[in-house]
């Protein structure tokens, strides 16, 4: 299983950016799909998680800004980033937790390669 993220790019403060995150291969179910990030200088974050039946969390510092999303039939998770701030600034990550159809009662946890997003003026 691959994840390709894309969508990141600089954007000033206040601006907007949609991140996707495509799911690919021999995938049989995908129970969990997440973005983090990660800042410089600093760890590796929660921002948001959408479950199998829709459900969402945020982190704190994103509640009200971004909004997660997916696609079942494209295995694709998206994160609709507004009112965007300089501390939002970071490498974000999708995260999902598979089964693949070779091995469909194990789950898998798989990493994107990341997408910058930077927030500057």
């Known amino acids: 299983v691959q994840l390709v993220e894309s969508g990141g790019g600089l954007v000033q403060p206040g601006g907007s950016l949609r991140l996707s995150c495509a799911a690919s291969?021999?995938?049989?179910?995908?129970?969990?799909m997440a973005w983090y990030r990660q800042a410089p200088g600093k760890e590796r974050e929660f921002v948001a998680s959408?479950?199998?039946?829709?459900?969402?969390r945020y982190a704190s510092s994103v509640k009200g800004r971004f909004t997660i999303s997916r696609d079942n039939a494209k295995n694709t998770m998206y994160l609709q980033m507004n009112s965007l701030k300089s501390e939002d600034t970071a490498v974000y990550y999708c995260?999902?937790?598979?089964?693949?159809?070779?091995?469909?009662?194990?789950?898998?946890?798989?990493w994107g390669q990341g997408t910058l997003v930077t927030v500057s003026s």
């Open positions: 291969g021999s995938i049989f179910s995908i129970n969990y």
């Open positions: 995260h999902e937790v598979v089964r693949l159809r070779t091995n469909p009662a194990n789950d898998q946890s798989v």
């Open positions: 959408i479950g199998v039946g829709g459900s969402t």
